[in-house]
């Protein structure tokens, strides 16, 4: 066998492990392994890639990648697990990016008079989706990282311009494809950055997730265009693998919401903010606000009590906090368990992680479906920083931003209590009539503090 | 439309087929770690990357190739340290420590199992 075939051979098998990878994600048990498949996979195929023949500036190579490991490994390992959704964003950048400079330096380095058109297609779809999503997921970072706002960013005649900006880029890439002009290029990848921001600057909240996810699946597409340029079958297969779950993966997540893609990408949900930081809403109704102490009572005593988390408790930190009061009140033979929202935090799975992170056991967690036939027979239903996913009006009020997202019912439980900051609304800027209801205790102040008080006024009960 | 055009749009084609396979099998509270997964996979750009670089005739394709390569080893690495973490701290309920009296209902297995 010549050397050209073991390295295909190589490939072949870096691409079964990551088909593998997926497969075990399916899976908590195996989800770990799965990574480190196609880690090791990855590992391979770079290895073998250092034996290609005719491989130059091999101690160039080498150097760059030792800084991009010096700067992604700390960046990776020191990430706090709430600052996830923006990490993800971050690394679909780079490689998006890396996909777009793949596709240009492939481009440039070649005779354009003899470039086939068809190469000429696969060049400006690397650099048109690759630079978007580079653009777009630089964005998310900063709009998740909180350095701006993270509500949608709107302006007089925003879909007309962003139109606009799409149709000179598909102008730009059929000049390309007839003159295949390699400074038209340049234009390019300009107008794609531009659209990249464009694009993410109405979608704000929690929509951003979906959003990431998207771009992901572009990322994807980018790398399997960038392996039509380059003949490589591995990069055509795991680049299409990405681009095709991402697609699925953004649909799921859109559902979760009970929104449509074409919604969540353009309607710009979300930018009116309906309510102010009073304790009380326009039409005069009040809430009442409890002590931890009463609460504390009240939970001792129940017998099923179900926590509902949301981005709030990620916020505060406040999983640890949440967990030991679990297992005081399991401790003391409290049924008790975790309802999770397929939204809540930021991500889908989000919230999993975070109380992952606090040695929850995931056994302890119910999904939406399977913990809404048992709120009905809970006595409490402990909503810690959550609002939207609880939200009533999803399913009562037809003319909500929200009607239609599924949501846990909350208000089905005996009692509700809310651990909350304020009376600001949630992500999609809505009120939310659950905090008005006779059942609901409010419980204001930081969720962490408020739930060791909690756990203080259990032990104490 | 060459040969070699034909079979790397059959790849592209099947593997698209696989990854909706794949993935629509996964638990919804494996989503966060599945979307860090695929980002760290569609890192082998690098692999992209290096031969770009390896094949730079002028100095303004090394520099390109350059930034390539740090940008998807940003990808690789990044994305597998942190799915890795993620992953690490899904686990099983332990041999309880201090005996809780755990009244869990038992009917339902770990998600995801059945898959």
């Given at each position: 066998?010549?050397?050209?075939?073991?390295?295909?051979?190589?490939?072949?098998?870096?691409?079964?492990?990551?088909?593998?990878?997926l497969?075990?994600?399916s899976?908590?048990?195996?989800?770990?392994?799965?990574?480190?498949?196609?880690?090791?996979?990855?590992?391979?195929?770079?290895?073998?890639?250092?034996?290609?023949?005719?491989?130059?500036?091999?101690?160039?190579?080498?150097?760059?990648?030792?800084?991009?490991?010096?700067?992604?490994?700390?960046?990776?390992?020191?990430?706090?697990?709430?600052?996830?959704?923006?990490?993800?964003?971050?690394?679909?950048?780079?490689?998006?990016?890396?996909?777009?400079?793949?596709?240009?330096?492939?481009?440039?380095?070649?005779?354009?008079?003899?470039?086939?058109?068809?190469?000429?297609?696969?060049?400006?779809?690397?650099?048109?989706?690759?630079?978007?999503?580079?653009?777009?997921?630089?964005?998310?970072?900063?709009?998740?990282?909180?350095?701006?706002?993270?509500?949608?960013?709107?302006?007089?005649?925003?879909?007309?311009?962003?139109?606009?900006?799409?149709?000179?880029?598909?102008?730009?890439?059929?000049?390309?494809?007839?003159?295949?002009?390699?400074?038209?290029?340049?234009?390019?990848?300009?107008?794609?950055?531009?659209?990249?921001?464009?694009?993410?600057?109405?979608?704000?909240?929690?929509?951003?997730?979906?959003?990431?996810?998207?771009?992901?699946?572009?990322?994807?597409?980018?790398?399997?265009?960038?392996?039509?340029?380059?003949?490589?079958?591995?990069?055509?297969?795991?680049?299409?693998?990405?681009?095709a779950s991402?697609?699925l993966l953004?649909r799921m997540?859109?559902?979760?919401?009970?929104?449509?893609?074409?919604?969540?990408?353009?309607?710009?949900?979300?930018?009116?903010?309906?309510?102010?930081?009073?304790?009380?809403?326009?039409?005069?109704?009040?809430?009442?606000?409890?002590?931890?102490?009463?609460?504390?009572?009240?939970?001792?005593?129940?017998?099923?009590?179900?926590?509902?988390?949301?981005?709030?408790?990620?916020?505060?930190?406040?999983?640890?906090?949440?967990?030991?009061?679990?297992?005081?009140?399991?401790?003391?033979?409290?049924?008790?368990?975790?309802?999770?929202?397929?939204?809540?935090?930021?991500?889908?799975?989000?919230?999993?992680?975070?109380?992952?992170?606090?040695?929850?056991?995931?056994?302890?967690?119910?999904?939406?479906?399977?913990?809404?036939?048992?709120?009905?027979?809970?006595?409490?239903?402990?909503?810690?920083?959550?609002?939207?996913?609880?939200?009533?009006?999803?399913?009562?009020?037809?003319?909500?931003?929200?009607?239609?997202?599924?949501?846990?019912?909350?208000?089905?439980?005996?009692?509700?209590?809310?651990?909350?900051?304020?009376?600001?609304?949630?992500?999609?800027?809505?009120?939310?009539?659950?905090?008005?209801?006779?059942?609901?205790?409010?419980?204001?102040?930081?969720?962490?503090?408020?739930?060791?008080?909690?756990?203080?006024?259990?032990?104490?009960? | 439309?060459?040969?070699?055009?034909?079979?790397?749009?059959?790849?592209?084609?099947?593997?698209?087929f696989?990854g909706i396979e794949v993935i629509s099998k996964v638990?919804?509270?494996?989503?966060?770690?599945?979307?860090?997964?695929?980002?760290?996979?569609?890192?082998?750009?690098?692999?992209?990357?290096?031969?770009?670089?390896?094949?730079?005739?002028?100095?303004?394709?090394?520099?390109?190739?350059?930034?390539?390569?740090?940008?998807?080893?940003?990808?690789?690495?990044?994305?597998?340290?942190?799915?890795?973490?993620?992953?690490?701290?899904?686990?099983?309920?332990?041999?309880?420590?201090?005996?809780?009296?755990?009244?869990?209902?038992?009917?339902?297995?770990?998600?995801?199992?059945?898959a």
């Amino acid at each position: 066998m010549s050397r050209g075939t073991v390295i295909d051979l190589c490939y072949l098998v870096a691409a079964v492990s990551f088909i593998l990878a997926l497969k075990g994600l399916s899976s908590p048990k195996r989800a770990r392994a799965g990574n480190l498949l196609a880690a090791a996979g990855m590992a391979l195929a770079i290895g073998v890639t250092f034996a290609q023949p005719h491989l130059d500036h091999v101690g160039l190579i080498v150097i760059a990648m030792v800084i991009g490991t010096a700067v992604g490994v700390p960046a990776a390992r020191l990430v706090k697990m709430t600052a996830i959704p923006q990490m993800v964003a971050a690394f679909n950048g780079v490689g998006g990016g890396a996909a777009a400079v793949v596709s240009i330096t492939e481009f440039i380095g070649s005779d354009p008079k003899q470039v086939a058109t068809y190469k000429v297609l696969e060049v400006v779809f690397g650099v048109l989706v690759g630079a978007l999503s580079f653009a777009g997921s630089a964005l998310a970072f900063v709009k998740l990282q909180e350095l701006i706002t993270t509500r949608p960013i709107v302006y007089p005649a925003q879909q007309m311009i962003n139109a606009t900006v799409g149709v000179a880029s598909l102008g730009i890439v059929l000049a390309i494809l007839v003159t295949s002009s390699t400074a038209l290029i340049w234009v390019l990848l300009a107008l794609a950055l531009t659209l990249g921001v464009i694009f993410v600057l109405p979608i704000g909240g929690a929509d951003v997730p979906v959003l990431i996810s998207l771009l992901n699946s572009f990322t994807g597409l980018a790398v399997a265009a960038s392996g039509f340029t380059l003949n490589s079958n591995l990069l055509v297969v795991a680049g299409t693998l990405v681009g095709a779950s991402g697609m699925l993966l953004t649909r799921m997540m859109s559902t979760a919401m009970g929104r449509s893609l074409p919604n969540i990408l353009f309607s710009a949900f979300g930018s009116v903010v309906t309510a102010s930081g009073a304790t009380e809403s326009a039409d005069g109704r009040s809430v009442r606000a409890g002590t931890p102490e009463d609460v504390g009572t009240l939970l001792a005593y129940s017998r099923k009590v179900v926590i509902i988390p949301g981005y709030g408790l990620a916020v505060a930190q406040a999983q640890h906090s949440a967990k030991e009061l679990a297992d005081t009140l399991m401790a003391r033979g409290v049924d008790v368990f975790y309802a999770i929202h397929p939204v809540a935090g930021r991500m889908p799975g989000h919230m999993n992680v975070l109380l992952a992170e606090a040695n929850v056991p995931y056994e302890e967690l119910k999904e939406m479906d399977e913990a809404n036939p048992e709120l009905a027979t809970a006595d409490v239903a402990l909503v810690v920083g959550a609002n939207d996913t609880v939200n009533p009006s999803a399913r009562n009020t037809p003319g909500s931003p929200i009607y239609g997202m599924p949501i846990i019912n909350a208000d089905s439980a005996e009692n509700i209590v809310f651990l909350k900051r304020s009376m600001r609304p949630g992500f999609a800027g809505i009120d939310n009539e659950l905090l008005y209801d006779p059942k609901t205790t409010m419980l204001f102040g930081d969720a962490k503090d408020t739930l060791q008080k909690l756990v203080a006024a259990v032990n104490k009960a | 439309m060459t040969n070699g055009l034909l079979e790397l749009f059959t790849i592209f084609v099947l593997a698209g087929f696989v990854g909706i396979e794949v993935i629509s099998k996964v638990p919804s509270i494996l989503h966060t770690p599945l979307m860090s997964g695929s980002n760290a996979i569609h890192g082998v750009i690098l692999v992209g990357s290096m031969i770009v670089l390896g094949s730079a005739h002028t100095g303004a394709e090394e520099v390109l190739g350059f930034i390539a390569v740090i940008l998807a080893t940003l990808n690789v690495v990044g994305g597998f340290v942190v799915t890795d973490r993620m992953l690490h701290m899904f686990k099983p309920r332990q041999a309880p420590p201090s005996a809780p009296a755990a009244p869990e209902a038992p009917e339902k297995p770990a998600d995801g199992s059945a898959a």
